[in-house]
């Protein structure tokens, strides 16, 4: 069987200024992409199926010519790319190479949109742009390797749930193609990506030149040792997280047993934050019989953390391992050796333990008042499997104001604040058709994590006249006199109501009686 071959040297950015401007005057960008292929074709391109774009792309202008050297990986015509690159530095930096009267490319070269519409493009390698990172297994080859794969959908959920305040520095951990560095550089002083690959470096140091983005520190080797005893005000981490049975594939592989690649990340992330640093990677864990997948997940938070930890999905461990073996392209080999390598994986689950694994985000917020002792640690682990509006960058660092100041506010604190609904919260009312009054009553968010929550009478009408103006006690007061209900009863059984609709981002506080500010909530992100 054939392996994906990896080109003998890599390009360098010595005239990655004037390929950028060539890129932009073609318009090959997000956008014009779009434009070019339709919608269907540019949707398929996400399913790996380049039929539909190569259709679009049978004319002769500079977008197209483009779009299939470099994203669709096809030869063209030496005269053709003479008309439409600086040919000759392409030629001598490695972007390209000659064949006879053809000219082939040598990286993938992906545009990609910036969160306020920047035109950035992702270096990787050949075969591992289009589609995103599902993997090089494809045409029928095995993954090589030290391949470097482009822009996927972790990549992106990850750019998106990240917290984006300015800070001074940044470490991107195990960076492969930089997607995660180039976002840091928009907001940070000085940006640190380290990879175990060197191939890896080398594609980020071309992301970053070819998007136009300041270069970066870029260090060779595992987990945080590249940065001996450095710390940051951010962390991000897209890790070799997949939980398999030895380490195959430098990309995803973290070469530990089972999840112990994620549980030493986040372990030793605590202690390379500075105050009030959030350290935000994406995972995988085990579900092992005789343990919840919770208890698990909370024995990784750091001391001096607060943690939010959420479980996007769970996979049976055949679907886990079926998932990987055809990211690999093992299913398209010998059947034999794929029945051994499918064995080999469940061999693996059975010795552990595992049942089931899970995916999701987690994040860790250095916190001195934790770390001091002064309050106890916040550590929200949760199942969340519906739709999320992205980017949550500012929904993530709410969830933690929200903690800080559920944590300083007690009962009486909380009933002399004042508090608004949040922006685009409706009321739903579930019950008979016909029925005179509802069986239940339902606020649901539109934004963020989407979340809804079931609440009584009292708490619809609460939060429908929350507008800031008036605290909470006095709320409560006048709507004990509309229905006829003790003020002092309400008073005692409303608060932990109004402190689950504050910490799920339903009511946000602006602040008390005397006017003190509480933290903002998403729409102060």
Request: charged letters at 25%; one cysteine or more.
């Amino acid at each position: 069987m054939s392996t994906t071959s990896l080109p003998p040297r890599l390009p360098v950015p010595a005239h990655a200024v004037r390929l950028r401007e060539t890129l932009l005057a073609a318009d090959f960008t997000a956008d014009g992409l779009l434009d070019l292929l339709g919608a269907p074709a540019y949707a398929a391109l996400a399913r790996s199926e380049t039929v539909p774009a190569l259709r679009a792309t049978r004319g002769d202008s500079a977008l197209e010519t483009l779009v299939r050297l470099f994203l669709l990986q096809r030869s063209v015509a030496y005269e053709r790319a003479a008309a439409v690159l600086p040919l000759d530095e392409a030629l001598a930096d490695g972007w390209v190479v000659r064949e006879d009267d053809t000219v082939s490319a040598t990286v993938d070269i992906r545009p990609y949109g910036g969160p306020d519409g920047e035109d950035w493009f992702i270096v990787s390698d050949l075969g591992c742009a289009v589609g995103g990172a599902g993997g090089s297994g494809k045409d029928g080859r095995q993954a090589e390797e030290a391949v470097v794969l482009g822009v996927g959908g972790a990549s992106t959920t990850l750019a998106g749930i990240t917290v984006r305040t300015p800070v001074a520095s940044a470490l991107d951990l195990g960076t492969g193609s930089g997607i995660q560095a180039l976002h840091a550089a928009q907001h940070t002083t000085l940006v640190t990506a380290t990879d175990l690959n060197p191939r890896a470096l080398d594609f980020t140091r071309l992301t970053l030149a070819l998007s136009g983005a300041r270069e970066a520190e870029l260090l060779t080797g595992s987990l945080f040792e590249p940065v001996d005893g450095d710390t940051y005000d951010l962390i991000v981490s897209n890790p070799p997280f997949v939980i398999s049975p030895g380490a195959r594939l430098t990309y995803r592989d973290g070469g530990m047993g089972g999840d112990d690649l994620c549980r030493t990340l986040v372990q030793q992330s605590g202690e390379r934050l500075n105050d009030g640093g959030y350290a935000q990677f994406l995972a995988n864990w085990q579900h092992v019989e005789g343990e919840e997948w919770q208890d698990r997940l909370r024995s990784w938070v750091p001391a001096g953390c607060d943690a939010w930890i959420v479980q996007r999905e769970v996979q049976d461990v055949t679907q886990y391992a079926e998932l990987w073996l055809r990211d690999s392209g093992d299913h398209r080999g010998d059947p034999d050796a794929y029945g051994e390598a499918y064995g080999r994986w469940l061999d693996e689950f059975e010795a552990r333990g595992t049942r089931a694994v899970g995916f999701g985000w987690i994040t860790v917020r250095r916190n001195p008042a934790v770390a001091s002792g002064a309050v106890e640690p916040s550590i929200v682990v949760e199942e969340w499997p519906h739709p999320v509006e992205q980017p949550l960058g500012p929904t993530v660092r709410a969830h933690f104001e929200r903690q800080d100041y559920l944590r300083t506010h007690d009962d009486a604190a909380l009933l002399a604040d004042r508090f608004t609904l949040a922006p685009e919260v409706v009321q739903e009312q579930v019950g008979l058709p016909g029925a005179e009054d509802p069986e239940h009553v339902v606020l649901r968010q539109n934004r963020g994590m989407r979340r809804a929550t079931r609440v009584d009478h009292v708490g619809a009408g609460f939060a429908g006249v929350c507008d800031g103006t008036l605290s909470a006690g006095r709320i409560l007061d006048a709507i004990g006199q509309l229905m006829g209900e003790d003020p002092v009863i309400l008073r005692d059984r409303t608060p932990q109501a109004i402190r689950l609709l504050v910490e799920e981002g339903f009511l946000l506080p602006v602040g008390d009686e005397d006017g003190a500010q509480a933290p903002e909530g998403e729409d102060g992100a």
